[in-house]
């Protein structure tokens, strides 16, 4: 019967409010989807002003190339209101504290430093209502290596999402061996209600996608460094010989170089002593270091990275 479904379904807990961290690349897509495909309230928080309004700018053009498909026999008019009306949804601030007071549920999607992401959710910690869920959005820290800095570690899960967020359909939720089942069924909804394709994954290095993604990108550009073809041949390699959308030194600077380097470095320092990766996959590329110390982050920067911005 109808009662007996829903006294067997999987407890969950309401989501209404939703607060990200992070401006950024991915953290403007998280919050962008949010309000327009889950209808939820949606506050973007992050350290400057300046980073709120880029995020914003992320947002607004993404909508506009949504609206342009979507609403492709409607007016300019039609259309600009429908961008506006979603980034207008998305709430801004600076101030943490305020930013988590009413949250059901904190997607952090800030810098990949484990130092950092703990301290703020150490911050949150007491700031947040009791009941309220908090995830990560990390691409390669061990999600309760993060979560180890507040008292909620059966309210804290992983929800990796993927750039561009608004194109990608899948988010990958991660459940640590403390996560609990209502934690757990509750981020799978939320991507759902994102119209996103949920999949579950264990607290393990890189996840599904990175685990697979990472050691590939990281050896297409040792390959360049090595000297054994061009980053525009690499490209049209992997493009035309296996199928992919974007070729592997493309796609480097789409991720972000920074962001690329974090992550070696990051399963560098805690992840080949475990036996976990093995220490030629994160061997460190001289040239991603190079051009990461000169700014050139990839498609995020005004100065490019192994591309033109
Ligand atoms: N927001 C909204 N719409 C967008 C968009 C965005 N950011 N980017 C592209 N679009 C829209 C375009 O308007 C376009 O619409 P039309 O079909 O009406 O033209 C459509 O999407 C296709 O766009 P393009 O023709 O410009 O580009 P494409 O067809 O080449 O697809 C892509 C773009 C989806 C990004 C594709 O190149 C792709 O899948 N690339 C690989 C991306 C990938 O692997 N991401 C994962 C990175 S790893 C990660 O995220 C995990 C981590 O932790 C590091
Ligand atoms: P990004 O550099 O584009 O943005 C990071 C943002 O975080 C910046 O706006 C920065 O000002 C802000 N920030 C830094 N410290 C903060 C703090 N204490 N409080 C609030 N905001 C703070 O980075 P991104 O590419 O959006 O990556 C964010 C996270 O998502 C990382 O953990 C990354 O590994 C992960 N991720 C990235 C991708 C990708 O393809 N770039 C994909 C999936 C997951």
Known sequence: SLRAFSTSALRQ?????????????????IAQVLAHEGNYNVTLADVTEDALVKGKSIMQKSLTRIAKKKMADQSAEAQEQFVKSIVDKVQTTTDAAQAVKSSDLVIEAIIE???????????????????CIFTTNTSSLSVKDVAQSSNRPDRFG?????????QMKLVEIIKTDQTSEETFETLMNVARKMKKQPVACTDAPGFIVNRLLVPYLLEAIRLVERGEATA???DIAMKLGAGHPMGP?????????????????????SRVSTGEISADIVQESKLLEDLVAQGRTGKKSDKGGFYPA
């Open 232 to 234: 525009e041949d690499v």
């Open 13 to 29: 807990k309401e989501v209404e409010n939703v607060t990200v961290f992070g401006g950024g690349l991915m953290g403007s897509g």
């Open 249 to 269: 030194i493309q796609l480097a600077d789409f991720v972000g170089l920074d962001t690329l380097s974090h992550i070696s470095k990051g399963w560098r320092e």
């Open 113 to 131: 430093n484990i130092k950092i992401k703990q301290d703020l959710f150490k911050f949150l910690d007491s700031k947040a209502p009791d009941s």
């Open 158 to 166: 992983g929800f990796h999402a993927f750039n561009p967020v608004p």
